[in-house]
């Protein structure tokens, strides 16, 4: 088989780069071994993954076609973020209101995002293959790809969409630079006596913040950060207990939790890979980089990698149809993502440092000059506009009017 662009990996960000690149007029081939149900019922229960999807993100799912399955399925706006800390005498609360805006974000299960795109992906030319890749090897045209179940196939360019542990990243031999944080992010939904008032909620301790990231007046989806020696423990717990421990983490704000779901917990590892591309071949999404979950912001980078990647592909093709999937094409998606995948990684790594250490600078800022910026509304503004809208130079696919 041969086919322009292939797509490794069906989740969030493969399944936006793969119909992304076939309305654009490129012939995409996409493997990914499960791909997800699609049936729905309002009954289900919440999942215990979700993403807090900005605006940029929106106008990109839209222009996809993505988001009104969204809609149907279910989300939720959040209109406020307040955070503070344990030690810190006031917090710092963000408003859509003051920015002018409906909502700061969307708070929405991964696999409602993933269904959303799977409904236009199955409506489009690409041809989607229940494999995986075994082996790959360059050619001078591309790239030589052996799947699992036997079969070969030629591409034009490889994109590595397939995760954190991404098989296309290793066989292409890209090395990682990591950090393991030594800490485990357990996630799920749960029903509390009060209301969270339509807002995420995130209060640091000393073990690290817990959230709560709205899903409806009384239902909220939960990070409660621990040490990564206690995740069994919290995994272990049943029903009731794990309740209480969660309303103990929290420290009430929302009242006892009353009701508990599925539950989940997975280690935090910084990871970026040293190249994002080889000759006829690129990394997006996780497969790329992953960042410290707790603003939920991982999966926006991916999609914003997707946006971006497809329109440095659409612009090279009409400049220079022969040479659209060569490296030095691929380049310019590199510069482009990577400095602000890097910004966004270090960031999230400087609030965790804020608002966590006991010693040092860390304790009187997050203590005595902190609490200050939340009368400066210029700062509080400035710094809703870039998580709401994003940094620097946005793909025109996230962007208003391109939806």
């Known amino acids: ?149 036997g079969k070969r196939l030629h591409a034009s360019l490889v994109v590595g969409a397939d995760g954190a542990f991404s098989s296309v990243r290793q066989l292409a031999g890209i090395g990682l630079d990591t950090h393991d944080y030594a800490q485990a992010a357990v996630v799920g939904c749960v029903k509390t006596e009060k209301p969270n008032q339509d807002a995420c909620w995130q209060r640091y301790q000393h073990t690290g913040p817990f959230a709560f990231l709205t899903l409806g007046s009384y239902l909220s989806s939960i990070a409660w950060y621990l040490p990564l020696e206690q995740k069994d423990w919290a995994l272990s717990l049943n029903d009731r207990d794990f309740a209480q421990a969660v309303s103990q983490a929290s420290n009430g704000f929302l009242g006892d939790v009353m009701e508990v779901g599925e539950r989940a917990a997975f280690p935090l ?44 592909l659409v612009e090279a093709r009409q400049a220079e149809p022969e040479t659209w999937c060569r490296r030095h094409v691929l380049r310019r998606y590199e510069r482009w993502r990577r400095g602000d995948n890097q910004l966004v990684q270090r960031a999230m790594e400087g609030v965790d440092w804020l608002y966590t250490q006991q010693g040092g600078l860390a304790k009187p800022l997050r203590t005595q000059v902190l609490p200050q910026a939340d009368r400066l509304d210029f700062v509080k503004q400035w710094l809703m506009q870039q998580a709401l809208h994003g940094r620097g130079r946005l793909p025109k696919a996230c962007q208003a009017g391109h939806s």
Do not use: C
């Open 1 to 149: 088989m041969r086919t322009e662009v292939l797509v490794v990996g069906g989740g969030m960000v493969g399944a936006a780069t793969a119909l992304a690149l076939s309305q654009a007029g490129f012939e995409v081939t996409l493997l990914e071994k499960q791909p997800p149900d699609l049936s729905w019922s309002a009954e289900r229960a919440y999942q215990p993954r979700v993403s807090a999807l900005t605006r940029a993100s929106e106008y990109f799912l839209k222009s996809l076609g993505a988001w009104q399955g969204i809609e149907k399925r279910r989300s939720q706006a959040f209109t406020a973020m307040h955070v503070w800390a344990e030690d810190a005498p006031n917090r710092i609360d963000l408003t859509a209101d003051a920015l002018g805006e409906a909502n700061l974000g969307h708070v929405v299960e991964n696999s409602v995002v993933q269904a959303a795109l799977w409904e236009p992906l199955m409506a489009s030319p690409v041809r989607v293959l229940s494999d995986s890749v075994s082996a790959m090897e360059a050619t001078k045209t591309g790239r030589e790809v052996r799947l699992s179940s």
């Open 269 to 312: 590892v910084r990871r970026h890979a040293q190249t994002y591309v080889r000759p006829h071949l690129v990394l997006v999404g996780d497969a790329a980089h992953t960042i410290h979950p707790q603003a939920g912001q991982g999966v926006n980078l991916g999609l914003l990698d997707a946006a971006a990647l497809a329109e440095v």
